[in-house]
C-alpha cells in the first residue's frame, strides 16, 4: 500500500523527492500518512478534494484483498 501512495504522489508532484509516506499498523486498520512539499499539496487534493478521493478509492481497493480498513491521511 505504501508504495502505491508513494507512486501516485510521485507522478503529481513537481518536486518528487520531497514525498514521503509513513505507514502505522493498529489492530485491524494501517495508516497511511502522506507528506509533500507545500506547493505540492494543491496538486495532491485537487480541485474540491477529487485527486484525494481517487487516491483513497485506489487504495481501498488494493485493500479489499486484506481485512484491514486502510486510512490515507495527507499533510505537509
Do not use: C, F
Amino acid at each position: 500500500m505504501k508504495e502505491l501512495v508513494e507512486v501516485l504522489a510521485q507522478s503529481l508532484v513537481d518536486h518528487p523527492e520531497e514525498v514521503s509516506v509513513t505507514e502505522t499498523e493498529n489492530e485491524g486498520e494501517i495508516i497511511l500518512e502522506l507528506k509533500v512539499a507545500p506547493d505540492d499539496m494543491g496538486k495532491v487534493i485537487g480541485k474540491q478534494g477529487r485527486i484525494a478521493k481517487a487516491i483513497r478509492a485506489m487504495v481501498k481497493a488494493a485493500a479489499s484483498r486484506t481485512d484491514k480498513k486502510v486510512i490515507v491521511e495527507i499533510g505537509d
